[in-house]
C-alpha cells in the first residue's frame, strides 16, 4: 500500500479526574505518516502539546501496542477501538483515514468504567469479576504428558477461541445496554470447557454472574454488537453457553452460595 | 442457588423474558391456526364455531388467565429491564455510529413491544371484550348465530371482524400491528432460545432460520385477514 501524510483534525475528550465535567477539544496534527499507529498519532500531538506547554498532554491507557494486553480503549468515531474488524486501537493504523479527515475520540462509556482522565478509564470491575470466579482455586501441577487427560478437540478449539479474550472492554463501550456479558462469557467459556476447570462450573458461572451485577453492569439482549467489537471475535455464542450453564447450575446447585 | 436469585440475577430476569416470550410464541401458533378458519370461504361458520369452543373450554379458560399472566409478565418486566439497562451509561457517547453489527430491530425491541401493547389494547378491545362480556365495550353489540343441526347460540364474531374491517384506517393500524409483530419475533424468536442456554451450532442455524420464517409467515398471515375481509376476498 502507498505511503502518504495527512493533516488532521482532532475532536478529543478531555476530562481532568473523575470528578470533573470535561468535554471535548480540537487538535489539529500536520504530516501523520499512513503508516503510523493510531496511539502513535497520539504519541505526536502529546510532544506537541509538551513543547507548546499551554496544556497537559493527553492522557490514554496502552501497554503492549501489539494487539493482545486490552489496555488500549478508545472510541473512534462511533465505534469500539476505531473503524477495523477485529483490530485493536493499537493496531490500528493511520491509512484506515484520508487526509484531512476530522476524528472524534472518546473514551469507553459506562457507568461500571468510569472516566480517571481524558481517555483512561478505570476497568477494575473486570478484575473484580475475575476475583469473583474466573479462576482454577487448586493448583493443577506441573504440564502432564501429553493425553494422558483426554480434551476433545472441539472442546479445545471453543476453548482457545474464548480464551483470546484480553479483557479490553469493546463490548461493554459497544452495547447499548454496557452489559459484560462476552468478556464473563468468554471466561466461563474458556474455564469450563477444559476439564481442569470443569469441577468448579457451576459455582464460577454463579459467582462471576453475581459479580458482574454488583458492578452494574446491564442485562444482554443479544443484538450482537458487542461481538462485531470485538478486536479478539469472541462469538456471542458464549454468552448462550453461559446462559446454559447459569440455568443448570439455577436448576441443580443445592447450596445457597454466599459472595 | 436459590429460586429467587436464579431467577432476580441479570441472566435470571432474561430467563423470565425468554420463557414468557417462548410462551406468547406459542400462543400465536394457536391463534393464527384458530383465525386462518376465516378462509374456509363458509359465512364464518368455521371459524365461529373454533370460537366458541375457545370460549366455552374450561382448559382454555384457564390457560387464557395464563395468557394474560404471561403478557404481563413480560411487558412489565421487559420495561423496567430497558430501563434499567438505559441508565447504565449516564454520558452517552458524542458519535453514534448505530451498532455496527447489531440489527435496528434488536436494538428495537422496547419500541415494537409498545406498539405492539397499543395494537393489543385495540385488538381486545375490538374482539375479546365483546366476545367475554358482550356487548359492554362493543363496538356493537355481537349478533347470535345458530346453525343447522345444534341449538348452540354462538357469538358472530366472524360478523364482529367484518364490520371492524371495514374501516380503512383499523386495517392499517392492524398491518402495522403485525410488521411490528414481524420485526420482534425476528429477534425474539431466536434470542429467547439463546437466553435459555441454547449454543449448539446445529440447533442454533435451526432456531434462526424457522424464527425468520415464523416471524414472516405467522405476520403476514395475521396481516392478511382485515385485508381480505376489507377487500371482500372472503365468502
Not at chain 1, 74 to 84: F, L, Q, T
Not at chain 1, 140 to 169: H, L, M, P, Q, R
Not at chain 1, 236 to 247: F, V
Not at chain 2, 157 to 178: D, K, R, S
Amino acid at each position: 500500500m502507498e505511503h502518504y501524510n495527512m493533516d488532521l483534525t482532532l475532536k478529543i475528550w478531555r476530562q481532568k479526574n473523575r470528578q470533573s465535567k470535561g468535554g471535548f477539544r480540537t487538535y489539529e496534527v500536520k504530516n501523520i505518516s499512513s503508516e503510523m499507529s493510531f496511539l502513535e498519532m497520539i504519541d505526536v500531538l502529546n510532544e506537541q502539546l509538551i513543547m507548546e506547554g499551554k496544556e497537559d498532554p493527553i492522557a490514554f491507557d496502552h501497554d503492549c501496542r501489539e494487539g493482545i494486553c486490552g489496555m488500549c480503549s478508545m472510541y473512534i468515531n462511533g465505534k469500539p477501538h476505531g473503524p477495523w474488524k477485529a483490530t485493536t486501537v493499537c493496531q490500528l493504523h493511520m491509512r484506515a483515514f484520508k487526509n484531512g479527515e476530522t476524528i472524534t475520540v472518546e473514551p469507553w462509556r459506562a457507568n461500571s468504567f468510569p472516566v480517571v482522565k481524558d481517555l483512561v478509564t478505570d476497568r477494575s470491575a473486570f478484575d473484580r469479576i475475575i476475583q469473583a470466579g474466573g479462576y482454577i482455586s487448586v493448583n493443577t501441577g506441573n504440564a502432564v504428558d501429553g493425553n494422558s487427560v483426554a480434551v476433545d478437540k472441539e472442546k479445545s478449539d471453543k476453548a482457545f477461541y474464548a480464551a483470546a479474550c484480553i479483557a479490553c472492554g469493546a463490548c461493554v463501550a459497544a452495547c447499548k445496554n454496557s452489559s459484560a456479558m462476552l468478556f464473563v462469557s468468554a471466561k466461563v467459556s474458556h474455564l469450563g470447557l477444559l476439564p481442569q476447570g470443569a469441577p468448579e462450573r457451576q459455582t464460577r458461572v454463579v459467582s462471576m454472574v453475581a459479580q458482574m451485577d454488583k458492578e452494574g453492569f446491564g442485562s444482554c439482549t443479544n443484538i450482537q454488537a458487542c461481538e462485531a467489537a470485538c478486536p479478539k471475535e469472541i462469538s456471542i455464542t458464549n454468552i448462550a453457553r453461559l446462559n446454559g450453564e447459569y440455568l443448570s447450575a439455577g436448576l441443580t446447585m443445592e447450596n445457597k452460595l454466599t459472595t | 442457588m436459590t429460586w429467587k436469585q436464579m431467577f432476580t440475577s441479570s441472566v435470571g430476569k432474561k430467563f423470565v423474558m425468554a420463557l414468557t416470550g417462548i410462551f406468547l410464541i406459542s400462543f400465536l401458533v394457536v391463534h393464527v391456526g384458530l383465525n386462518a378458519c376465516i378462509w374456509a370461504n363458509d359465512n364464518g361458520k368455521m371459524f365461529n364455531v373454533a370460537a366458541h369452543f375457545m370460549g366455552t373450554t374450561i382448559l382454555v379458560r384457564i390457560m387464557e388467565i395464563g395468557l394474560f399472566l404471561g403478557i404481563i409478565v413480560h411487558l412489565v418486566q421487559g420495561y423496567i429491564l430497558n430501563l434499567q439497562n438505559q441508565k447504565r451509561r449516564s454520558v452517552g457517547y458524542a458519535v453514534e455510529y448505530g451498532n455496527r453489527g447489531s440489527k435496528w430491530y434488536s436494538r428495537s425491541m422496547g419500541l415494537l413491544g409498545t406498539l405492539l401493547l397499543l395494537f393489543l389494547i385495540m385488538h381486545i378491545w375490538h374482539f375479546w371484550t365483546p366476545s367475554r362480556f358482550g356487548g359492554m365495550w362493543s363496538v356493537q353489540p355481537l349478533s347470535e348465530v345458530t346453525y343447522p343441526g345444534t341449538q348452540i347460540e354462538y357469538h358472530n364474531l366472524y360478523a364482529e371482524m367484518l364490520t371492524v374491517f371495514q374501516n380503512p384506517i383499523i386495517v392499517i393500524l392492524y398491518v402495522i400491528g403485525c410488521i411490528s409483530l414481524a420485526y420482534h419475533l425476528m429477534h425474539g424468536f431466536e434470542s429467547s432460545f439463546r437466553t435459555v442456554g441454547v449454543h449448539n451450532n446445529r440447533y442454533l442455524t435451526l432456531i434462526r432460520y424457522t424464527g425468520r420464517g415464523f416471524s414472516i409467515i405467522v405476520s403476514l398471515a395475521f396481516a392478511m385477514m382485515p385485508v381480505s375481509m376489507y377487500l371482500g376476498w372472503v365468502k
